[in-house]
């Protein structure tokens, strides 16, 4: 059995088979930093941001030293010699890019917009810091362009998000998937496997919580331990139990297999800098753990959202 949603005989939802069957060719993102902070590093929400955070989320995004055309060209030009003639999708990633007044946010989108190739945006942020007059913009920028909005979430218990300094609530996070989706817009999710103290039933529970939401997509990220972050200084204190490759393929599959089909998996591991990574250093075969992940699936011979019917039902 071939699975509906992937051009290369994966057993989930791929980002490229979703992208190839909208725009009907190769879609590349090109990841910017547009100079926006956080509510959680400012002092609005919080100081010193989410303890495992090193750059605002934003490691491979473009130099914020640069303005926006010369980052998207630069990383358009190096990632060509792969896909020569492939579109782009605009990544807001560094930070929290919808922190800023609707008048900034205007002319940065819109700026990029107008960037040869470009089909659409997606904008990476905290479900905390978008307005009533953001949504009202993005409503209307989503009627315009193709939209994407990724809100952080990493995990559904109150514990975990308090040890990990998150500043925000999973009822803000629910409300605010909620609004979007009246909106029409687009919703992609970010969690992170392998949180100290969290069980594999609590990972678990995390994707049958975002099962049950309007979501379009979701982003599955094992924890990185990276030098000069508070998590980091954790580690070296408790050194708590950091998930082997192992474990993490076996947490990843049963998370798939809880998902409903049409949930598009925009990420399936990290992608941590070699340089910067404490543990774990099986982080840095990224491509191994992918593959990992298939051979896996094929041996149990189970696919995405195997489980979710039933888990609807209950």
């Given at each position: 059995m071939k699975f509906k949603y992937s051009l290369d005989n994966k057993r989930y939802h791929t980002l490229n088979y979703f992208l190839k069957s909208k725009f009907h060719t190769k879609v590349m993102k090109i990841s910017l930093n547009a100079g926006f902070n956080c509510p959680n590093i400012d002092g609005t929400k919080g100081y010193g941001g989410c303890i495992y955070c090193s750059n605002g989320s934003g490691d491979f995004a473009g130099k914020k030293e640069e303005d926006l055309k010369t980052q998207f060209y630069n990383v358009k030009k190096m990632m060509e010699k792969k896909w020569p003639n492939a579109k782009c999708?605009?990544?807001?990633?560094?930070?929290?890019?919808?922190?800023?007044?609707?008048n900034v946010l205007k002319e940065k989108y819109e700026s990029v917009l107008n960037f040869d190739g470009v089909v659409g945006l997606d904008i990476a942020t905290r479900s905390d810091a978008i307005t009533d007059e953001c949504l009202d913009y993005l409503e209307e920028l989503n009627k315009r362009t193709f939209l994407i909005v990724e809100l952080g979430l990493q995990t559904i218990h109150d514990r975990t998000s308090k040890l990990i300094n998150r500043c925000n609530s999973l009822d803000?996070?629910?409300?605010?998937?909620?609004?979007?989706?009246?909106?029409?817009?687009?919703?992609v999710v970010h969690i992170i496997n392998g949180l100290p103290g969290e069980?594999?039933?609590?990972?678990?529970?995390?994707?049958?919580?975002?099962?049950?939401?309007?979501?379009?997509?979701?982003?599955?990220?094992?924890?990185?331990?990276?030098?000069?972050?508070?998590?980091?200084?954790?580690?070296?204190?408790?050194?708590?139990?950091v998930l082997t490759e192992k474990?993490?393929?076996?947490?990843?599959?049963?998370?798939?297999?809880?998902?409903?089909?049409?949930?598009?998996?925009?990420?399936?591991?990290?992608?941590?800098?070699?340089?910067?990574?404490?543990?774990?250093?099986?982080?840095l075969k990224k491509f191994q753990v992918i593959d990992d992940i298939d051979k896996e699936m094929v041996k149990r011979n189970v696919y995405q959202g195997d489980k979710a019917e039933k888990l609807n039902s209950n």
């Amino acid at each position: 059995m071939k699975f509906k949603y992937s051009l290369d005989n994966k057993r989930y939802h791929t980002l490229n088979y979703f992208l190839k069957s909208k725009f009907h060719t190769k879609v590349m993102k090109i990841s910017l930093n547009a100079g926006f902070n956080c509510p959680n590093i400012d002092g609005t929400k919080g100081y010193g941001g989410c303890i495992y955070c090193s750059n605002g989320s934003g490691d491979f995004a473009g130099k914020k030293e640069e303005d926006l055309k010369t980052q998207f060209y630069n990383v358009k030009k190096m990632m060509e010699k792969k896909w020569p003639n492939a579109k782009c999708i605009a990544y807001f990633q560094a930070n929290t890019n919808t922190y800023a007044p609707v008048n900034v946010l205007k002319e940065k989108y819109e700026s990029v917009l107008n960037f040869d190739g470009v089909v659409g945006l997606d904008i990476a942020t905290r479900s905390d810091a978008i307005t009533d007059e953001c949504l009202d913009y993005l409503e209307e920028l989503n009627k315009r362009t193709f939209l994407i909005v990724e809100l952080g979430l990493q995990t559904i218990h109150d514990r975990t998000s308090k040890l990990i300094n998150r500043c925000n609530s999973l009822d803000n996070f629910t409300d605010m998937v909620k609004k979007l989706r009246e909106r029409k817009i687009n919703v992609v999710v970010h969690i992170i496997n392998g949180l100290p103290g969290e069980t594999k039933e609590d990972m678990l529970e995390t994707v049958k919580y975002l099962n049950r939401l309007d979501i379009q997509g979701i982003k599955i990220h094992m924890l990185s331990v990276v030098k000069g972050t508070p998590l980091a200084k954790m580690y070296e204190e408790n050194h708590f139990h950091v998930l082997t490759e192992k474990e993490y393929v076996d947490i990843v599959i049963n998370q798939l297999e809880l998902l409903r089909e049409e949930i598009v998996i925009n990420r399936i591991t990290g992608d941590p800098k070699k340089e910067d990574l404490i543990e774990p250093n099986w982080l840095l075969k990224k491509f191994q753990v992918i593959d990992d992940i298939d051979k896996e699936m094929v041996k149990r011979n189970v696919y995405q959202g195997d489980k979710a019917e039933k888990l609807n039902s209950n």
